[in-house]
């Protein structure tokens, strides 16, 4: 059985981004197996406009490279599944929803003055494996901008998420002045179940590393 909240997949989307903007914080996505499950999570809910940029759907192995800057060395090798690959995405969702030629795309010493915590989302919805790789296989990639002075304290934060059922084991990466987490996750049930499942655990990663952020500040 998967790991299920009391908490509704809507609630925890609506906390995200009332957190998200008491931080100034915006929210991007990049997708694969969830195909806009996850930034329709986020628009269900009225005003996300004022976190929310947009997902990209980059479902194709090539869309990941050419629009996200996933390295097509790396999927070569390793494929579309792979924890790299969810971090690579979720750099790739934060850098181009900053918006070329806005005022905000612009660096200061402190960082982007438009950050956008990225999200991203692959895996293997099922029916059945793909190559070496169970249907239910799924990783999970968030990007907090600005947060490698809490790395220690994020990374013991994650710790805690691998006491849930579905979650097996987590990465964490630097990224100049951002953290990214990496989660993998093991889900069962149908195709349907697994991209929902995939979608509900995003946002109660990120609901509690936003609140964990929020408690720092």
Same mark, same amino acid.
């Given at each position: 059985?998967?790991?299920? %909240?009391?908490? %509704?997949?809507?609630?925890?989307a609506?906390? @995200?981004?009332k957190?998200?903007?008491q931080?100034?914080?915006h &929210?991007a996505a990049a997708e694969s $197996?969830?195909? #806009?499950l996850?930034a329709d999570?986020?628009?269900?809910? +009225? #005003?996300?406009s004022r976190?929310?940029c947009? %997902?990209a759907v980059?479902?194709? &192995?090539?869309a990941k490279? !050419? &629009?996200? =800057?996933?390295s097509?060395?790396? $999927? /070569?090798?390793e494929?579309a599944?792979?924890?790299?690959?969810?971090m690579?995405?979720?750099?790739g969702?934060s *850098?181009i929803? *900053?918006?070329?030629?806005?005022?905000?795309e612009?660096?200061?010493?402190?960082g982007s003055s438009? +950050?956008?915590?990225?999200?991203s989302?692959?895996?293997?919805a099922?029916p059945? +494996?793909d =190559?070496? /790789? +169970?249907?239910?296989?799924v990783? &999970?990639g968030? $990007?907090l901008?600005?947060?490698c002075?809490?790395r220690?304290g994020i990374v *013991?934060?994650?710790?805690?998420f691998?006491?849930?059922?579905?979650?097996? *084991?987590?990465?964490?990466?630097s990224?100049n !002045?951002?953290?990214?987490i990496v989660?993998? $996750?093991?889900?069962l049930?149908?195709r349907?179940q697994v991209r929902?499942?995939?979608?509900? %655990?995003?946002v109660r @990663?990120?609901?509690?590393l936003?609140?964990?952020v929020k408690r720092?500040?």
């Amino acid at each position: 059985m998967n790991d299920s %909240s009391s908490f %509704s997949t809507e609630m925890l989307a609506a906390n @995200v981004l009332k957190t998200s903007e008491q931080l100034g914080f915006h &929210i991007a996505a990049a997708e694969s $197996l969830t195909g #806009g499950l996850l930034a329709d999570a986020f628009v269900s809910v +009225p #005003g996300a406009s004022r976190v929310f940029c947009g %997902s990209a759907v980059t479902y194709d &192995i090539h869309a990941k490279a !050419k &629009i996200l =800057g996933v390295s097509a060395q790396l $999927l /070569k090798t390793e494929g579309a599944v792979y924890q790299d690959v969810a971090m690579q995405m979720a750099v790739g969702a934060s *850098r181009i929803y *900053r918006g070329s030629g806005w005022e905000y795309e612009e660096e200061s010493e402190c960082g982007s003055s438009f +950050p956008v915590v990225g999200l991203s989302t692959t895996g293997v919805a099922g029916p059945g +494996p793909d =190559g070496d /790789k +169970p249907a239910g296989l799924v990783y &999970i990639g968030v $990007l907090l901008p600005q947060s490698c002075d809490f790395r220690d304290g994020i990374v *013991r934060e994650c710790n805690g998420f691998l006491d849930l059922e579905c979650f097996s *084991r987590f990465w964490d990466y630097s990224y100049n !002045k951002d953290v990214v987490i990496v989660f993998e $996750l093991h889900l069962l049930g149908d195709r349907e179940q697994v991209r929902c499942s995939t979608v509900h %655990s995003v946002v109660r @990663v990120l609901n509690g590393l936003l609140d964990f952020v929020k408690r720092l500040r």
